[in-house]
């Protein structure tokens, strides 16, 4: 089998294209890469498909084997991979995955796509859609306390959960002490939830760090940050269009007066491409297609 490993922004994953052969035992062979550890960073799986919705189909397994809905920072290497690997020659795309129809524009140098923007569709608010368990119609700036402290957080879904949480400073903050609380904070979160540690600096520009359910705290987040734009709108902090700077480099993101849809800009690149060797996985256990 051979694959590809793609960056945005810090968030590196193993890209395949499984229009052009056929793959069993997902959950284990998405195990097994991220066991593998192609470099540090390595957040994943994605696999390429064919749709019927749209030009392509994201299908995104974490780490730990569970199918994931949607990446902001995978869904823009998605645009890359498809047009340097000539598996198109468009250069605005839609995107079939689990959190909707995702829309990419690319910029394209001499036959390389150089800039993607992804528009990864309006934030839901809604705490049924979420979900959070709670009697509010909308999650926003809400006091939780977790552990010793008490934040006010803001729940944001563009099919996979984040919640956002302004602090002072992102530099000097326990990340995993209070990620992974409020990730398992399960009586709230029932289906446990992706954190976002924003720092407010002005108007036109945030800082954050991203803690992900089930993987940790990552160098850079796409929907995290679109998710930190979100909440500082609706907190009246500051513009809809920001650039929001995370440990793997700067996004710049606007949430569209208009349609309500949130863009991002940034490039991708490719990390390096390999065979690897996955028949044990054929050998044995059931067929997870």
């Known amino acids: 089998m051979r694959f590809t490993k793609m960056q945005a922004y810090g968030n590196d994953y193993v890209y395949i294209d499984a229009i052009h052969q056929h793959l069993e035992h997902l959950n284990e062979l998405a195990i097994f890469l991220s066991n593998r550890h192609f470099g540090v960073g390595s957040d994943g799986m994605v696999l390429i498909c064919p749709s019927d919705k749209g030009d392509f189909r994201m299908r995104m397994f974490n780490s730990d084997g569970t199918e994931g809905e949607m990446c902001g920072n995978a869904l823009r290497s998605v645009g890359k991979y498809v047009y340097d690997y000539k598996l198109t020659d468009k250069t605005n795309l839609v995107i079939e995955t689990f959190g909707g129809m995702q829309h990419l524009k690319l910029t394209v140098l001499n036959d390389k796509a150089v800039n993607i923007q992804a528009d990864i569709g309006e934030p839901r608010l809604s705490t049924q859609v979420i979900p959070v368990v709670t009697d509010l119609k909308e999650f926003i700036n809400q006091p939780v306390k977790v552990l010793d402290k008490t934040f006010y957080i803001t729940a944001v879904s563009w099919g996979n959960p984040h919640v956002v949480a302004f602090v002072d400073d992102v530099s000097d903050f326990a990340v995993e002490k209070y990620g992974k609380e ?105 067929k997870n297609k």
């Open 182 to 286: 409020l990730e398992h904070m399960t009586s709230l979160f029932p289906n446990k939830t992706n954190v976002t540690f924003a720092q407010f600096v002005n108007r036109n520009y945030l800082k954050m760090r991203e803690w992900e359910r089930g993987s940790g705290e990552t160098i850079g987040c796409g929907t995290g940050c679109c998710t930190a734009v979100v909440a500082a709108v609706l907190t009246g902090r500051c513009d809809r269009k920001i650039t929001v700077e995370q440990i793997g480099g700067p996004l710049e993101v606007l949430w569209d007066e208009n349609t309500g849809h949130m863009f991002m800009t940034g490039p991708s690149h490719m990390v390096f491409e390999s065979d690897i060797d996955v028949s044990h996985l054929f050998a044995r256990g059931d």
